[in-house]
């Protein structure tokens, strides 16, 4: 064997002459590869879901109207670790239909506002009336396009180590023919 066909295989002599095999786990490539394809699955789900929500966002920019929404109910909850949720129930009554009844996650000075002024500027699509926000500002949320992206990554960067492995073998088992 020379020198590089031992690059290629990752492997150098031993003492003897004789090139070591290179290091292959079966049942370790295997729960690899089962693992590429679980994150490839997954980042293709919230990929799909993050569109969904960026969607909705957008509908909601491009098409709102602007209604009054009044407090039905309120609740701030320890979610932990010094952390607290705050939740608000709003009624909002759309130009063409029925009201609606939706809760929203605030931060704490639209919580306390929405207690002092039980009042509120509800955003919503009139094609979809239950797609709705607080407020003026629509924020995108990028999160699950950071996530996806990230398993994304994960699941590439595993399939390629196990073809890289594989190559190992394959280069290792024709340099003894």
């Known amino acids: 064997m020379n020198e590089d066909q031992a690059k290629m295989t ?36 919230i990929l799909s879901g993050g569109a969904y929500e ?11 109207v602007k209604t009054v929404g009044t407090l039905f ?3 701030s909850m320890n979610t932990g670790k010094g952390r607290t949720s705050y939740n608000i129930v709003v009624d909002y009554d759309p130009q063409d239909g029925p009201g609606y009844r939706r809760q929203f996650v605030v931060s704490k000075t639209q919580f306390e506002k929405a207690l002092a002024v039980k009042k509120l500027d ?24 950071v996530m996806g992206l990230g398993l994304a990554a994960f699941s590439g960067f595993a399939f390629w180590y196990h073809r890289k492995k594989l190559r190992d073998v394959e280069s290792f088992v024709s340099a003894d023919v």
């Open 122 to 145: 509800i955003t919503y699509d009139p094609s979809n009336p239950e797609n709705s926000a607080i407020g003026d500002k629509i924020a995108y949320n990028l999160e699950p396009f």
């Open 73 to 75: 109910d309120h609740d």
């Open 10 to 45: 990752n492997s150098l002599p031993d003492p003897d002459g004789q090139p070591t095999p290179p290091r292959v786990y079966p049942r370790l490539m295997k729960r690899l590869r089962l693992g590429a394809y679980l994150a490839l699955a997954g980042s293709v789900v």
């Open 54 to 64: 960026m969607l909705k966002a957008r509908a909601l920019i491009q098409n709102g």
